[in-house]
Nanobody, 118 residues
Framework: QVQLVESGGGLVQAGGSLRLSCAASTSIFSINVMGWYRQAPGKERELVAAITRSGSTNYADGLKGRFTISRNNANNTTYLQMNNLKPEDTARYYC????????????WGQGTQVTVSS
């Protein structure tokens, strides 16, 4: 079982920045894909960005350029740098991980809240 723990969320003014972190706890195999998804009240969970162990990335339309995903394979941690935040970015952000080739993995963290005020 993979344990994912997010941190770094909070309240920020529009135009500000946040850096989210997700630490994965696993001791058997290396995780292939790690990513970030977000979900606002009343809406479906949607992709923000994902990254493979080899460094390939997948960003949601309209987010590349403001958001940057990265990872440290040595400590099984992924990061999401969010710049120029907008009120519409307000959501709970979830870390995601998987061993397969699909962008969306089977494991989820509990999420961290990001609230952007105008």
């Amino acid at each position: 079982q993979v344990q994912l723990v997010e941190s770094g969320g909070g309240l920020v003014q529009a135009g500000g920045s946040l850096r989210l972190s997700c630490a994965a706890s696993t001791s058997i195999f290396s995780i292939n894909v790690m990513g970030w998804y977000r979900q606002a009240p009343g809406k479906e969970r949607e992709l923000v960005a994902a990254i493979t162990r080899s460094g390939s990335t997948n960003y949601a339309d309209g987010l590349k350029g403001r958001f940057t995903i990265s990872r440290n394979n040595a400590n099984n941690t992924t990061y999401l740098q969010m710049n120029n935040l907008k009120p519409e970015d307000t959501a709970r952000y979830y870390c995601n991980a998987g061993y397969g080739s699909s962008w969306r993995g089977a494991y989820w963290g509990q999420g961290t809240q990001v609230t952007v005020s105008s």
